[in-house]
């Protein structure tokens, strides 16, 4: 499924749709070039689930940043810097695809084998910018 993001809000409407529909122990993969909207998503989706504003961070430099409100647990992973899948393991990767929680990893490639075989759920969303138009193209969800 394609759809156009033509302002933040519409990227906003689409996070709300989709914590609308998702469960707490789900694997969501976000790809997309820099500044397509991977983030951005991110936020909204987390504070469409009822966490609040101010809490929720890009984790560019922590690389695992999460989230614990009112019992619901929500990590949001960024592999940007991931050379090497072995890498995955000394963030605990497995661990965390273990938990009972929301995982959400942005630039998912370095993790691929992991996250084929970790027995999830898995909402993949493919952010494009091109010609000044955004879009995202969901697989296993239907909004």
Same mark, same amino acid.
């Given at each position: 499924?394609?759809?156009?993001?033509?302002?933040?809000?519409?990227?906003?409407?689409?996070?709300? &749709? %989709?914590? !609308?529909?998702?469960?707490?122990? #789900? +694997?969501? =993969?976000?790809?997309?070039?820099?500044?397509?909207?991977?983030?951005?998503?991110?936020?909204?989706?987390?504070?469409?689930?009822?966490?609040?504003?101010?809490?929720?961070?890009?984790?560019?430099?922590?690389?695992?940043?999460?989230?614990?409100?009112?019992?619901?647990?929500?990590?949001?992973?960024?592999?940007? &810097? %991931?050379? !090497?899948?072995?890498?995955?393991? #000394? +963030?605990? =990767?497995?661990?965390?695809?273990?938990?009972?929680?929301?995982?959400?990893?942005?630039?998912?490639?370095?993790?691929?084998?992991?996250?084929?075989?970790?027995?999830?759920?898995?909402?993949?969303?493919?952010?494009?910018?091109?010609?000044?138009?955004?879009?995202?193209?969901?697989?296993?969800?239907?909004i």
């Amino acid at each position: 499924m394609v759809i156009e993001l033509k302002t933040l809000n519409d990227t906003k409407k689409l996070a709300s &749709r %989709i914590a !609308k529909k998702i469960k707490c122990n #789900e +694997l969501i =993969l976000l790809s997309g070039d820099l500044g397509s909207g991977k983030t951005t998503f991110t936020r909204y989706l987390i504070m469409a689930l009822g966490f609040p504003e101010d809490t929720v961070k890009s984790p560019s430099f922590t690389i695992v940043q999460e989230y614990l409100h009112h019992g619901k647990s929500v990590y949001h992973i960024d592999l940007y &810097r %991931i050379e !090497k899948e072995s890498e995955l393991k #000394e +963030l605990g =990767l497995e661990e965390i695809l273990s938990e009972q929680s929301l995982v959400i990893v942005e630039w998912p490639e370095a993790g691929k084998k992991i996250f084929e075989n970790c027995g999830r759920e898995t909402l993949k969303i493919n952010f494009c910018f091109n010609k000044g138009r955004r879009s995202a193209y969901l697989t296993n969800l239907n909004i």
